[in-house]
Structures are given as C-alpha cells and as structure tokens.
Antibody, heavy 120, light 109 residues
C-alpha cells in the first residue's frame, strides 16, 4: 500500500519561499512507472495541478504555465521523497497543497494535504 | 476558471440515478482518458474512475463513467447518503499539463 506523508510549514510570509516535502512509503520516487505531483486547491481556483517529477532513465519535470517561473519540484532518492518549492509567494498562493502519485495516467494516491496560508 | 467544465451542483434522492457531465476540448478530453475523483469534506480527493470507465478496487459498481468525443460523464445509480460529496473530472492537456474540472457538489436530498 502506497502512503504519502506531507510535511512543511502552514504559514509563509509574502515574497518568501513555500517549501513542502512528501515522504513516500510503499513505492520508490525513482520508479519507472510513476510520477510525483503537487496539486493545490483553493475556493477561488479549484484544483490546480502545479507540476510533477519522474524518472525514466533520467529525471524529468513538468510545470504548470501559471507557476513555471517560480516553482521547483525535486526528488530526494536518499530519503525516498520529493519536495515543492514555490518562490515569491503572494496571498493568492494560499491553498491546500497535496502531493499525489500518478500511475498509468491517473492519480491513485494522495497525501493528507497541507493548508498553507500566505500572510505577514 | 477551470479548463474542464462541470455543473456546480447536482442533487438526487436516495435510490435515484444521477449523472455529472464534464466538458472539454480536442486538446484535452478529446485526446486523452478521463478520471473522476470524489472528495468528502475535509479529505483529499479519492480516485473513483480511471481510464474513462474503470473502477479501482473497492469502488462500488454503482459508480460508472463514460466518454464521448470531448465530453465525459459520471453516473451514480442507487444514490446513497454517503455519496454526498464533491466530484471532479480530470485529464491531461496537449501541453502536458494536468487539468481539472471545477467540481460538482452532489447533494442527496
């Protein structure tokens, strides 16, 4: 059974960097058949995919156009986890953030969610 | 504004059959499979239907999905009170982005 355990601060100041981590159990971040995503949800924007990282003989990442200039999703194979860094945050980045595994084109396992508020 | 269009709300009485639509375009639903998620209050979305019409293990056969052209539908038959939740459709866009519907809140009257 795959489990995704999220961690990170729930409060970030405007203009600073939002950092979250998703620890994986029951699968490998280096799996050749999975991708590892960050997705957020807010009342104003609904569910919004932010990006993913995956390994297919080498590492790849894809990002949503809306955040491409200020996002990084990175895998840490030594800890079997992946992380999200979102720079220069504003109150519009306030949302519930989820990590999720994609397998065969669908997101079958999700983290528990982390509510991140951007406020001074 | 979500890329995929869903009705904001739907409702039905216990035992009824309800359907939820999801409309897209040739660059998303028209070119890839559709997944559906159920989100109960205070929880993460849960995969309900994948590859247009497949149910993960443990999902009752009361839930079914279909796709035609650039639209997809989720049907729930024999509606039960525990089906009251938000439902989201999702697929991949030609720009390699995951796209979601705006969600439909299902109320069991």
């Amino acid at each position: 059974q795959v489990q995704l355990q999220q961690s990170g601060p729930g409060l970030v100041k405007p203009s600073q960097t939002l950092s979250l981590t998703c620890a994986i159990s029951g699968d490998s971040v280096s799996s050749n058949s999975a991708a590892w995503n960050w997705i957020r949800q807010s009342p104003s924007r609904g569910l919004e995919w932010l990006g993913r990282t995956y390994y297919r003989s080498k590492w790849y990442d894809d990002y949503a156009v809306s955040v491409k200039s200020r996002i990084a999703i990175k895998a840490d194979t030594s800890k079997n986890q992946f992380s999200l860094q979102l720079n220069s945050v504003t109150p519009e980045d306030t949302a519930m953030y989820y990590c999720a595994r994609t397998h065969s084109g669908y997101d079958d396992y999700w983290g528990q969610g982390t509510l991140v508020t951007v406020s001074s | 504004q979500s890329v995929l269009t869903q009705p904001p709300s739907a409702s039905g009485t216990p035992g009824q059959r309800v359907t939820i639509s999801c409309s897209g375009s040739s660059s998303n639903i028209g070119r890839d499979t559709v997944n559906w998620y159920q989100q109960l209050p205070g929880t993460a979305p849960k995969l309900l239907i994948y590859s247009n019409n497949q149910r993960p293990s443990g999902v009752p056969d009361r839930f079914s999905g279909s796709k035609s052209g650039t639209s997809a539908s989720l049907a729930i038959s024999g509606l039960q009170s525990e089906d009251e939740a938000d439902y989201y459709c999702a697929t991949w866009d030609a720009s390699l982005m995951r796209v979601f519907g705006g969600g439909t809140r299902l109320t069991v009257l």
